[in-house]
């Protein structure tokens, strides 16, 4: 199988499946303490979540502190939910018409919310206006679904001089390209080859939430609940991995990219070509029949838009906000690569699907 999907996974690690083993032992090892617990193994467990928060704040920007959740989705939740004030309506969240359905629906659901336009190459509009009660922005760095690179920097601008807290969503971001200014960043470690079930929210220093999850208050009294070493563990070793290899990672996707953009010249980049991580390749063909490709290319792994809102028959709300028709929006496919594709992977899979489109006529 040729895996080419990697904005919605990316394979593990070996670096980070190594971190993990130790703290999963069973019976007779010393590995599986309660980070949270006062004795000898407790403590040892704690150690190897504050090196892994190390590792991964090392990606951060500076005067920050990480706060660890099971993903990017409760991360959000937190940040939007836990920004709000107790006891009060509270202002506006501002989010851009392509953000993730855990920002989007997140910010409808908690309150008042307010939808900021994107332009036809994916980027978001800074010369439209907040909504006076602005309490929170949020602009993702990176979209998922056509790797279009934002203008955080301009939208953190804007957000300060509305008085207002920045989100940002960095999700396919981190690890990949430096990180810009914000008040508050979401990200999820199985995005950059670790394991799925843990995230962090980075916070600036100064910027204050209440919890939106009560219990015991383990982690910094803002997200209840036992952390687990093994899952830190293995995300602190993925992003010291990515730290380590940035550059010679994003050479490797910028060859790989040529390459794609050769074999698939004769479709239809959606979104930004320069303004964009060159490891997403969203494309369309007039006419094309997304389900039977992939009915016919099923040793090829890619997806039909964005991986999370696959299979609900509806077009997707990123390729509608960059203006495409509904016809459009279902005739495209997302291509993902990154650190372990191949030049022969992105060959093999060019020469399937472009063979299964033309079966289709176009």
């Known amino acids: 199988m040729i895996y080419l999907d990697y904005q919605a996974t990316t394979p593990l690690a070996p670096e980070a499946r190594d971190a993990m083993l130790r703290w999963l032992d069973g019976p007779g090892g010393t590995g599986f303490g309660n980070p949270h617990s006062a004795h000898r193994m ?19 920007p500076p005067n920050g502190r990480v706060i660890f959740t099971s993903g990017a989705t409760e991360a959000i939740n937190l940040a939007i939910r836990g920004s709000r004030p107790r006891g009060e ?32 190459n994916g980027q978001c509009n800074t010369k439209q206006d907040l909504p006076a009660d602005t309490r929170l922005v949020c602009v993702m760095q990176v979209n998922n679904e056509i790797g279009t690179i934002q203008p955080t920097v301009e939208w953190h601008r804007k957000a300060k001089e509305n008085n207002a807290l920045f989100l940002c969503d960095a999700v396919q971001a981190y690890g990949r390209i430096e990180l810009t200014g914000a008040d508050m960043i979401a990200i999820s470690a199985h995005k950059f080859h670790g394991p799925k079930g843990i995230g962090a929210l980075w916070l600036r220093n100064g910027v204050d939430l209440h919890e939106v999850q009560t219990g015991g208050g383990q982690e910094i009294g803002l997200r209840s609940g036992t952390l687990s070493p093994a899952l830190i563990a293995g995300m602190g070793a993925a992003a010291a991995e990515a730290k380590d290899r940035m ?75 960059i203006g495409l028709s509904d016809k459009q929006a279902k005739s495209s496919i997302r291509l993902g690569f990154g650190r372990y594709t191949t030049l022969e992977d992105i060959e093999q899979a060019a020469g399937k699907i472009n063979a299964a489109a033309e079966a289709q006529g176009l």
Request: aromatic residues 6%; neutral net charge; contains cysteine.
């Open 89 to 120: 309506e509270g202002g506006t969240v501002s989010y851009s018409a392509i953000e993730h359905s855990a920002v989007g629906d997140t910010a409808q659901d908690a309150g008042k919310s307010h939808m900021l336009n994107v332009a036809r």
């Open 42 to 60: 407790g403590r040892q467990a704690k150690a190897a979540i504050e090196l892994a928060r190390d590792q991964v704040a090392a990606l951060f």
């Open 247 to 321: 550059e010679q990672d994003r050479d490797h996707v910028e060859k790989l990219w040529r390459r794609a953009r050769d074999l698939f010249a004769d479709w239809t980049l959606n979104g930004s070509e320069e303004a964009r991580w060159h490891g997403n390749l969203n494309i369309r063909r007039k006419g094309l029949d997304v389900a039977r490709l992939m009915s016919e290319v099923r040793d090829v792994m890619f997806s039909a838009g964005s991986a999370c809102a696959s299979g609900s028959g509806r077009p997707s709300h990123v390729l509608k906000a």
